[in-house]
C-alpha cells in the first residue's frame, strides 16, 4: 500500500508533464530492500514500473526519455540496494555463527559453551531442581590419527565422530558407538572416546572453575580408558587371527647368578601395518582393552612368569 | 548475439551464480547483463535504423538513449524476478550448491545443547 501510494504520488504529476515527486518512489524501494532483501525489492520494482506506465499512460508533454531514464535509473538501484542488503545480513549471520562455532565440525565452541553454561546457571537459579552438568567428550587417540595418518584423515574421522555425537544420548551410547572401525586413507582406524561428567554448580562467578574441573574429570577418565590407537586395530585383528604368541626373557641379577624375574613380551608373527618386526609388552594390549582377549591366551604362561619370579 | 555473448561472459569468464545469491553477482548482472549489453544493442539498433532512414542522425543520442532505456529497464524488471525465482527448482540448475547459508543442523546444536 505503502509502495502504491508513493508511486500515486509521484507519477499521477507527470500527466501534467511534471517530474518533481518521482524521486519519492525511492522511500518505499529503500525500505522494502532494507526490510526484504532482493526477492521483495525486485517485487517492488515490478510493481512500481507496471504502477507508472499505467498511470502516466500516454500524458500530452510528457518527455518519455525522462520517464524511461528514471525508471531504469530507479530499476538499477533498486536491484542494488537489494542486493546490498541481502549481502550484509548474509555477512552478519556468516560471522555470528563463525564466533561460536568451530569451522571444521560446525559444532558450538568454547563461547557458545560457556553462555549456555552461564544460561543454565540461571535456569537453576530459577528452578533448584534443574541440576544441569556437563558431559565433555574426547578421542582418545585421535592425535595418533593426526600424526600417523595425516591431518585430512585426522579431519575425516573427527567429522565421523561428530555425526555419531549428533544423536544426543548417553555417555554409554556414544563410546560404543565410536569404538566401531573408521576406514580413512585406507586404512582401518578404531577410536575410543572419554567422557568426564560434571555437575555445575549454581554460582556465576565459578562458570570458568566449574569447566576446569569439568576438563579435569575428563582427564581422569581418559587415563583410565585411553587406548594406543596405532595398535589398537593391529592387536585386534592378529589376536582373533592367532598372530600373536608369548615369549619370555629371564632377567639374571649378576650377583647371585640365577634368574630373579622373567619380562613377557607378546610377538607378532605375520602381523601387518608396523606390527610384524616388533614385539609389545602385555601390558600395551592391557592398554588398548585387549587384556581380555589376550587373557586367555597367556593365562597359564603368566603362571609360570609367577613362579620363576617367585624363585628368587 | 550480444546477449547471448554476455550470458558466456558473465557464466564462464566472471563466473557468477545465475541465482543471483551475492552482491557480486548482483552487480555483475546489473553491469554486464542490464547496461552494457543493451547499450550495445540500443547502439546498432539506432545505426541500422539510421542507414535505411527510419531515423534521422541528429537524434542519434536521444533515440539510443531511449532504446537503451528500455531495454534496460525490461531486462532488470524481468530478468532477476526469473533468476530469483528458479532459486525454488533446484533442478534447473544442476551442480550448483544449495544456496542456504552454513548453519548447523538442529540435530547437532541439540549436542550442543547437552549442557542447558
Redesign the interface.
Known amino acids: 500500500m505503502l509502495l502504491a501510494g508513493t508511486v500515486y504520488l509521484a507519477f499521477m504529476p507527470l500527466a501534467r508533464g511534471s517530474l518533481d515527486l518521482a524521486s519519492l518512489v525511492y522511500l518505499p524501494l529503500l525500505w522494502k530492500a532494507v526490510r526484504g532483501g532482493l526477492a521483495r525489492t525486485i517485487g517492488a520494482v515490478l510493481l512500481t514500473n507496471v504502477l507508472a506506465v499505467a498511470l502516466v499512460g500516454r500524458a500530452a508533454g510528457l518527455d518519455p526519455l525522462r520517464l524511461q531514464l528514471g525508471l531504469m535509473t530507479m530499476t538499477l538501484v533498486g536491484l542494488a540496494l537489494g542486493a546490498f542488503a541481502d549481502q550484509r545480513r548474509a555477512d552478519i549471520q556468516a560471522a555470528r555463527h563463525a564466533a561460536v562455532h568451530a569451522p571444521l565440525t560446525g559444532l558450538a565452541n568454547r563461547v557458545l559453551l560457556m553462555d549456555r553454561m552461564v544460561a543454565a546457571v540461571h535456569r537453576h537459579d530459577r528452578d533448584p531442581l534443574a541440576l544441569p552438568a556437563v558431559l565433555y567428550c574426547d578421542l582418545d587417540g585421535f592425535k595418533g590419527v593426526n600424526d600417523g595418518l595425516g591431518h585430512d584423515a585426522g579431519d575425516e574421522v573427527l567429522l565421523d565422530g561428530v555425526d555419531v555425537g549428533q544423536v544426543p544420548d548417553i555417555a554409554d551410547w556414544t563410546v560404543n558407538s565410536l569404538r566401531q572401525p573408521y576406514r580413512t586413507a585406507g586404512r582401518e582406524v578404531v577410536l575410543s572416546a572419554s567422557i568426564g561428567v560434571a555437575v555445575l554448580e549454581p554460582d556465576i562467578s565459578r562458570v570458568e572453575r566449574d569447566a576446569a574441573h569439568t576438563a579435569e574429570a575428563l582427564l581422569r577418565a581418559g587415563d583410565a580408558a585411553r587406548h594406543r590407537l596405532e595398535l589398537h586395530a593391529a592387536l585386534r585383528r592378529a589376536l582373533a587371527n592367532g598372530q600373536i604368541t608369548l615369549v619370555y626373557q629371564p632377567i639374571y641379577a649378576l650377583g647371585y647368578g640365577w634368574p630373579v624375574a622373567v619380562e613377557a613380551f607378546a610377538r607378532g608373527r605375520t602381523v601387518d601395518r608396523g606390527f610384524s618386526r616388533r614385539s609389545c609388552r602385555p601390558a600395551r594390549a592391557e592398554n588398548g582393552g585387549l587384556a581380555s582377549r589376550g587373557g586367555a591366551h597367556s593365562g597359564t604362561s603368566t603362571t609360570r612368569a609367577s613362579s620363576l619370579r617367585s624363585v628368587r | 548475439m550480444v546477449y547471448a555473448g554476455t550470458v558466456a561472459v558473465l557464466l564462464h569468464k566472471v563466473r557468477i551464480d545465475p541465482r543471483?545469491?551475492?552482491?557480486r553477482?548482483?552487480?555483475w548482472f546489473?553491469v554486464l547483463a542490464?547496461?552494457g549489453a543493451p547499450l550495445l544493442v540500443a547502439a546498432v539498433q539506432v545505426v541500422q535504423n539510421n542507414l535505411v532512414g527510419l531515423l534521422s542522425w541528429q537524434d542519434l543520442p536521444?533515440d539510443v538513449?531511449?532504446f537503451w532505456?528500455?531495454s534496460?529497464?525490461g531486462i532488470?524488471?524481468?530478468a532477476?524476478?526469473l533468476l530469483?525465482a528458479s532459486r525454488r527448482w533446484p533442478r534447473l540448475w544442476p551442480g550448483r550448491p544449495p544456496l542456504e547459508?552454513?548453519?548447523?543442523?538442529r540435530?547437532?546444536?541439540?549436542?550442543?545443547?547437552?549442557?542447558?
Open positions: 543471483l545469491p551475492t552482491q553477482d548482483v552487480m546489473l542490464c547496461m536521444g538513449f531511449g532505456s528500455g534496460a529497464t532488470g524488471v524481468l532477476p524476478a530469483v547459508l552454513p548453519t548447523v543442523p540435530s547437532r546444536l541439540a549436542w550442543a545443547e547437552l549442557a542447558v
